[in-house]
T-cell receptor
Framework: EAGVAQSPRYKIIEKRQSVAFWCNPISGHATLYWYQQILGQGPKLLIQFQNNGVVDDSQLPKDRFSAERLKGVDSTLKIQPAKLEDSAVYLC????????????FGQGTRLTVV | DQQVKQNSPSLSVQEGRISILNCDYT??????FLWYKKYPAEGPTFLISISSIKDKNEDGRFTVFLNKSAKHLSLHIVPSQPGDSAVYFC????????????WGLGTSLAVNP
């Protein structure tokens, strides 16, 4: 069974530029999550989708971050414009049902904003 | 305010001995607890979980204990192996908040041969 796929693995951009991350969840998983993990901290949930609907985006900085999940499968997370403090690993995860118990994570995208 | 606390940033044990990783929480609405393991440059992988209606769950070398009155859980690894060296995250699911996972800061475990 293929795991959660994310791309790119690494990205370096200058502040005020825009960037987009892509995630392909495990086939059949209805729930998809985007997490931000800053160095030395635990993952923080940015947004949770159930199929293509948003369940929770309370911690998504909506003035600069956006996410979509078209057709309830792949998802993209965008940052525009990026700030230095956005430097982090962005993790995508998916699970069979609602509730992030036993979610499966991708390898993440390491973003460096300079 | 850190609702899930892993007070030990790092832990070092000898191969074959027991590793005990601790986690404390403050929110009594948490009803499900999970441990994830993370190797460098990889995403976290699910290790073991426990529901709040239980006080122990065992899976091979890994056992999680839950003490609800103390709001404390621990992960025991016996015997520890060098391949267990990783960062371990404790996470708790909030029954009243879409079961959102709240994560601790992690404990880096080093198992020495």
């Amino acid at each position: 069974e293929a795991g959660v796929a994310q791309s790119p693995r690494y990205k370096i951009i200058e502040k005020r530029q825009s960037v987009a991350f892509w995630c392909n969840p495990i086939s059949g998983h209805a729930t998809l999550y985007w997490y931000q993990q800053i160095l030395g901290q635990g993952p923080k949930l940015l947004i949770q989708f159930q199929n293509n609907g948003v369940v929770d985006d309370s911690q998504l900085p909506k003035d600069r971050f956006s996410a979509e999940r078209l057709k309830g499968v792949d998802s993209t997370l965008k940052i525009q414009p990026a700030k230095l403090e956005d430097s982090a690993v962005y993790l995508c995860a998916s699970s069979l049902v609602g509730g992030p118990t036993e979610a499966f994570f991708g390898q993440g995208t390491r973003l460096t904003v300079v | 305010d850190q609702q899930v606390k892993q007070n030990s940033p790092s832990l070092s044990v000898q191969e074959g001995r027991i590793s005990i990783l601790n986690c404390d929480y403050t929110n009594s609405m948490f009803d499900y607890f999970l441990w994830y393991k993370k190797y460098p440059a990889e995403g976290p992988t699910f290790l073991i979980s426990i529901s709040s209606i239980k006080d122990k769950n065992e899976d091979g070398r890994f056992t999680v204990f839950l003490n609800k009155s103390a709001k404390h859980l621990s992960l025991h690894i016996v015997p520890s192996q060098p391949g267990d060296s990783a960062v371990y995250f404790c996470a708790a699911a909030d029954a009243g908040n879409n079961r959102k996972l709240i994560w601790g800061l992690g404990t880096s475990l080093a198992v020495n041969p």
